[in-house]
C-alpha cells in the first residue's frame, strides 16, 4: 500500500553517535529510571508509565513529573526518551469491553506521557484473535482516531505520539507485516501522532532478512514504500534466540542470537536514523551489567 504524505518533518540533526540506551525499570519512582540510565552512560531512555501488568495506575507523586522532566534534561536524555505501553492493551481486539478499556488504559498513557514530557509512547497494534487480519487493522485505526481524532479524541490537546511497534507475528497479532503499519497510517485521520518503532528481535522474527548489506537495504527499501523511514521514531535493539520466520519473540543479548552483529553495525552507521532513540530489551540483572556488556559491544560497532 502506498503510504501517505504527511506535512515534512523537522530535519533530524545529525549528532557524533547514536542515541543508545535501554528500558529501565521506573521501581522507587520515575526518576530512578533515569538513575538507571546514566549508571550504564546511556544517551536513550525507554521506561513504562504505570505497571505493565495492571489496569490500574498509580498517581504520581507530588512533584514527580517535574522531577522526571529535571532529570532528564540535565542528563542529556531530552528527545530520547520513549514509554512502552501496558501489555494488557489490546487495540486489535473484538471483545467491545475489552477495546473499550484498551483505548481508556492507552488514553491514560499517553496523557502521562505528555505530563512527563515523553513525545512517543510504543504500542503493539494488537491481536485480531481470530476475527482476520483485515479486521483486525480496522478495529486498531477506529481505537486510534478515538485517541486522536480532533473532533472529540480523548488525547486530542495532547502532543505525544502512538509508536506502533513491529511484531513477531505470534498468534493473531499484527504488525507483522509492513503493511499493517502503512494501512494504519493510510486509515489515520491524524497520521502525524503515529510514528513506528522497529524491533530487530521482531522484524527477523517476521520474516525479515536483514543480516547483510544487500538484504538490509532491501528490507528498508520496503519498510519506506510501506510506511515511509521518517516514521521511524524509536528502535529496540535485541538479538534474536530464533531464526528467521519464527514468528516467536524470543530476545536474545547482542551478538549471541540469529541477528549475529551486522545489522546492528549496519542500523548504527545508517545516518537516517543517527537521532532516533535505541534501546535495548534485553535480559539483566539489578546491577545492569549486562547493559553494560551489550552497550560497549554496541558503539564498539559505530564508525567514528
Known amino acids: 500500500m502506498p503510504r501517505r504524505s504527511s506535512a515534512p518533518e ?7 553517535s547514536p542515541r543508545l540506551g535501554a528500558h529501565m525499570s521506573i521501581a522507587g519512582g520515575m526518576t530512578e529510571a533515569v538513575t538507571r540510565a546514566l549508571a550504564v552512560e ?9 505497571t505493565p501488568n495492571q489496569w490500574a495506575a498509580r498517581a504520581f507523586l507530588p512533584g514527580e513529573p517535574d522531577a522526571f522532566r529535571r532529570a532528564v534534561a540535565d542528563g542529556g536524555l531530552d528527545g530520547a526518551t520513549v514509554a512502552h505501553a501496558s501489555y494488557l492493551v489490546n487495540l486489535a481486539s473484538p471483545d467491545e469491553t475489552l477495546w473499550e478499556r484498551s483505548i481508556a488504559a492507552l488514553a491514560e498513557e499517553l496523557q502521562r506521557c505528555d505530563v512527563l514530557g515523553i513525545p512517543g509512547l510504543v504500542v503493539h497494534p494488537g491481536a485480531h484473535m481470530g476475527t482476520g487480519e483485515d479486521a483486525g487493522v480496522e478495529r486498531v485505526a477506529q481505537a486510534i482516531d478515538r485517541l486522536f481524532n480532533p473532533k ?3 488525547c486530542s490537546k495532547g502532543s505525544a505520539a502512538v509508536l506502533l511497534e513491529v511484531t513477531a507475528g505470534q498468534g493473531s497479532t499484527l ?9 494504519l497510517l493510510e486509515k ?3 497520521p502525524e501522532r503515529l510514528g513506528i518503532c522497529f524491533d530487530t528481535c521482531h522484524a527477523l522474527a517476521a520474516g525479515y532478512e536483514f543480516r547483510d548489506a544487500a538484504s538490509y537495504a532491501q528490507t528498508m527499501k520496503t519498510l519506506d514504500g510501506s510506511v ?12 534474536s534466540k530464533l531464526g528467521l520466520g519464527s514468528r516467536r519473540d524470543r530476545h536474545e543479548h547482542i551478538g549471541k542470537g540469529e541477528l549475529g552483529l551486522e545489522p546492528f553495525r549496519l542500523i548504527l552507521n545508517d545516518p537516517r536514523f543517527r537521532a532516533v532513540p535505541m534501546v535495548l530489551e ?4 539489578d546491577d545492569l551489567a549486562e547493559d553494560r556488556v551489550n552497550l560497549k559491544l554496541l558503539r564498539s560497532l559505530i564508525n567514528r
Open 10 to 16: 523537522k530535519t533530524r540533526s545529525l549528532g557524533s
Open 42 to 50: 546511556a544517551t536513550a531512555l525507554q521506561v513504562f508509565v504505570k
Open 152 to 154: 472529540g479524541g480523548l
Open 175 to 183: 504488525g507483522a507485516k509492513f503493511e499493517h503499519l502503512g494501512a
Open 188 to 190: 489515520a485521520v491524524v
Open 228 to 239: 515511509g523511514l521518517e516514521r521511524i521514531r524509536a528502535f529496540h535493539l535485541n538479538d
Open 282 to 285: 534485553t535480559p539483566k540483572g
